[in-house]
């Protein structure tokens, strides 16, 4: 196994710890955490698998092809096998095919696009519990709780939106918040509309009737 897929896989079971930790703990409607605040992180998107690449080589065109992501995070393209793709940029990335390609061809010039963007679990962000389309969704820079909230659909009947809680990692600590999705999407509380992160994820528990 490659070392960005172990990173990837150690930040995927951290994530899923964390999770677990966050559903417990927003089952108890009496726990009060402060709400999130932050910047929005500058960040370059990390290909992941299922992504869909389209890699173009100036001048020869029999070898520019578009390529899926396979799920052990490698692609293959018309000239070489096994290229490892997870846990780069487009642009390390190029670089790569064209070392690879330059046993072949001289003085390859290559361009990676990203298209169809499913990204690593530490750039999506999560959403779990009663969203009306629980989903896994990818950081796009500037998103905002309301973002994430039309991805999913909104709240489901039976959520309780205001008891939602999210759960951030930075720099090595774990921290729990308390997010107002009811406030925001329900009464229009544009206050609520918190500044999201890469690796965030969100757990909207059901009320108690």
Same mark, same amino acid.
């Given at each position: 196994?490659?070392?960005? %897929? ?7 079971? $951290? ?60 692609? $293959?393209?018309? %000239? /070489? ?5 997870? &846990?780069?940029?487009?642009?390390? %990335? ?14 390859? /010039? ?5 298209? &169809?963007? !499913? ?7 999560? !959403? ?8 896994? /969704? ?5 998103? $905002? ?18 008891? $939602? ?45």
């Amino acid at each position: 196994m490659s070392e960005s %897929l172990k990173s990837t896989f150690s930040s995927f079971s $951290t994530g899923f710890a964390c999770l677990l930790l966050a559903l417990t703990l927003a089952a108890c409607s009496s726990q009060e955490y402060p709400e999130a605040t932050g910047e929005t992180p500058e960040f370059d998107y990390i290909i992941g698998a299922g992504d869909s690449l389209e890699i173009f080589v100036w001048g020869n065109q029999e070898l520019s092809t578009t390529v899926k992501v396979r799920p052990d995070g490698k692609i $293959t393209t018309r %000239l /070489v096998e096994d290229i490892p793709a997870s &846990g780069r940029t487009s642009t390390q %990335l190029a670089r790569e095919i064209e070392d690879a390609y330059g046993k072949y061809v001289k003085s390859p /010039v290559v361009s990676v696009i990203v298209n &169809g963007f !499913v990204g690593v679990p530490t750039q999506q962000v999560r !959403v779990v519990g009663e969203a009306s389309k629980p989903l896994n /969704v990818p950081y796009d820079k500037n998103m $905002t709780l309301l973002d994430l909230m039309i991805r999913v659909g909104g709240l489901s009947d039976f959520a309780n939106g205001n008891e $939602t809680v999210l759960v951030r990692s930075f720099g090595g600590k774990q921290t729990i918040y308390n997010l107002r999705v009811e406030d925001l999407i329900r009464d229009g509380d544009i206050s609520a509309n918190t500044p999201l992160m890469p690796g965030d994820i969100i757990i909207i528990p059901e009320a108690w009737f």
